[in-house]
């Protein structure tokens, strides 16, 4: 058994790519999901030994136990064996064995970076990197262990990523926005695109996004750029680019491009920066530079791009625009990769790698910045537990320590305070970042969401709307304005809400159209959402669902399951809460529903204005417990507004 595997592992006319997350057959790539190719990925490390239900269990879905984990599990075995062309009855590479689990029996090659001595059977590692002598060798890319489905809320912060939490029991919020302007003027809006690798080796394909992130990041202290978040540009990874169409898409009217090439130790980028509206080249460029000076990239860009779009900075922005600091060349590499692997949310990996920078180079902000949202990400959207909540915070203050006013940093952990129940917290965090540049659409989005929490519902919708003008916030990026939810404006939130097909979206759509008593239609979408991803949210619109469709029982089992999971694994959403609450409440289930409200309340969500009008808590007015409940919400909700607004 490998102890650890390459980037790269053939078997038969199969070959997985750790670093893509990919399998191919014969050169083509084979539609996989994510959780089969966990799977894969488990038994691979543990060739030719048996891989015990329970070290899946632990292993890949110890957070995610909203479902039967026996039916989880042969769902991705039999969706591996599928993709294999591989049957139970007659294995050539997945075999069952009887009760106790599952076992890779294919012959590996095992080709790049690990060699195997068949006599000792270990193997060592090797990294094609900058990786010196004396240097932490890089860890391996198998998977650590916690499978985390891809969520949209850790994108309108990363819209850096943030708005579902729990989202899979949440909504999402920390979407990483980056924008531009201390001036109420519209900035001049800006996509940066993910580079294209014009060289033949693949293990280098993380730089194409990871490189166009630390340029985003960069520009977003330019206070006349409305530079669009990478949340927005991941899909554009490896694609043929329209520029006309994809400046239309992200309503932009400045795109950069580029294109990279490394030969051995050195590297060279190519970009164009172009007018979207006339396609005329504002400035271009080529820069050649030794692989172990990967930082110089985004100043030497950066300085281009202010230059080309004649941008008068004011002093503090030109100081912010310094050229980095200096850290390790490998723990650069790891920082890179990191933020590679959590834009594509594969967030146990990017944990790995900013892990292993943090350990070489402590004192690089930015590598602890992307820890603790990658740690928060765990958390959030999987029910990872509090201990990687204080992971984050501690990163995140690490980051802050290391450089004050960085503006990830305190929008971030800001988003980390309102979700566990410190939104008072949160708030100097956010008018900070927004002293820093007025126009920064990240930290407008979450002020709003500190003040939804905090009931100033007219407030939380100045912050939204401002943050979706900068953003050019269009349908279809995850985000949903909850507060017209909240102010009984039901059409209008509807009319907000993404166009997509995500379990999330179409939970929310049910949601609004049941405020709207559109029972039939709501009671499809909220089938529909617990059917494509039955976690948190979507366990509440199916516990709605069954009380349209007179099952109570059902629904009130399906809540309580939910609410011991919760409690379990000690993560939760202080608004996601809530919502069970109005669950209890429409099926009956007063003592529970008060239970629950309770808890959401003296967790964070004090929001007394809706509180104390929500139709649907309509059958608790009469109940002594209420009153004390919305008593609670109301003293700091007043406080909150002395504080805040006197």
């Known amino acids: ?66 479902v039967d984990f026996d039916h989880r599990l042969a769902v991705a075995v039999s969706k591996l064996r599928d993709a294999l062309r591989d049957s139970a ?19 590996l090659e095992l080709n790049g970076a690990l060699s195997v001595d068949p006599e000792a059977g270990t193997g060592e590692a090797t990294f094609p990197s900058s990786q010196t002598a004396g240097q932490a060798e890089p860890p391996s890319l198998a998977f650590s262990g916690r499978a985390r489905s891809r969520r949209n809320r850790l994108i309108l912060l990363s819209l850096a990523g943030f708005l579902i939490i729990l989202g899979a029991v949440a909504v999402p919020k920390l979407v990483r926005i980056r924008s ?28 194409g996004f990871s490189l166009a992130d630390v340029l985003i990041t960069k520009l977003a202290y330019v206070s006349s750029l409305s530079v669009r978040p990478s949340a927005t540009i991941e899909k554009y990874r490896g694609a043929a680019i329209d520029l006309q169409k994809v400046a239309a898409d992200l309503k932009v009217d400045t795109v950069l491009t580029g294109s990279f090439i490394r030969d051995g130790d050195n590297l060279r980028v190519t970009y164009q920066l172009v007018d979207a509206k006339t396609e005329k080249i504002l400035g271009q460029g080529v820069i050649d530079l030794k692989y172990n000076n990967l930082i110089a990239v985004q100043d030497r860009v950066a300085s281009e791009v202010i230059s080309q779009l004649q941008l008068n900075l004011p002093p503090a922005e030109t100081e912010r625009l310094r050229p980095e600091s200096s850290t390790s060349s490998l723990a650069y ?43 928060n990400s765990d958390a959030a959207f999987e029910f990872g537990g509090r201990d990687e909540y204080r992971r984050a915070e501690a990163a995140y203050e690490r980051a ?40 920064y659409a990240a930290a407008h989005w979450e002020l709003g969401y500190a003040y939804r929490f905090a009931g100033m519902l007219q407030d939380s919708v100045t912050e939204c709307e401002r943050a979706r003008q900068l953003y050019a916030l269009v349908k279809g990026n995850g985000s949903v304005l909850n507060t017209y939810l909240y102010l009984g404006q039901y059409s209008k939130f509807l009319e907000s809400l993404p166009v997509d097909d995500s379990s999330f979206s179409i939970f929310y759509r049910g949601f609004g159209e049941f405020h709207l008593r559109r029972f039939d239609e709501a009671a499809r979408d909220f089938d529909r959402a617990y059917e494509l991803d039955p976690t948190l949210y979507a366990g509440i619109g199916k516990a709605l669902s069954d009380s349209i469709h007179q099952h109570p029982q059902e629904g009130l089992g399906l809540l309580k399951e939910l609410e011991g999971k919760i409690a379990e694994r000690g993560v939760g959403d202080p608004e996601g809460t809530y919502k069970m609450a109005q669950a209890f409440a429409v099926l009956g289930d007063k003592t529970s529903a008060l239970r629950v409200l309770r808890g959401s309340v003296e967790s964070g969500f004090f929001s007394y204005p809706y509180i104390e009008r929500d139709p649907l808590f309509g059958s608790l007015h009469s109940e002594p417990e209420f009153d004390r409940i ?11 507004k002395s504080s805040f607004f006197s």
């Open 1 to 66: 058994m490998p102890p650890t595997l390459p980037s790269l592992v053939r078997f038969d006319h199969f070959e997985v790519d750790l670093r893509a997350g990919e399998l191919r057959k014969n050169g083509s790539k084979v539609r996989l999901q994510e959780q089969p190719f966990l799977l894969l990925t488990a038994l691979l490390e543990s060739a030719g030994e048996v891989v015990t239900r329970e070290e899946l269990r632990q292993r890949l879905w110890s957070v995610d136990t909203f």
């Open 400 to 439: 802050l320590t290391i450089e004050p006013n960085l503006l990830d940093a305190q929008v971030f952990l800001a988003n980390l305070f309102i979700d566990t129940g410190k939104v008072e917290r949160a708030v100097p965090l956010l008018r900070d970042a927004l002293k820093t540049n007025g126009n």
């Open 180 to 207: 531009g302007t201390n001036q109420p003027a519209t900035p001049r809006s800006l996509a940066i695109l993910p580079l294209h690798n014009s060289g033949q080796e693949a293990s280098s394909d993380f730089l």
């Open 630 to 640: 919305l008593n609670a919400a109301r003293k700091r909700y007043e406080a909150f």
């Open 333 to 375: 590499e790891y920082f890179l990769q990191g933020l590679d692997f959590h834009g594509q949310h594969k967030f146990p990996l990017a944990i790995q790698m900013l892990e292993k920078s943090t350990e070489i180079d402590p004192n690089y902000a930015p590598a602890w910045v992307y820890l603790g949202a990658s740690y």
């Open 89 to 107: 009855e007659k294995p050539k590479f997945v075999e069952t064995v009887g009760r106790r689990g599952y076992r890779f029996v294919g012959q």
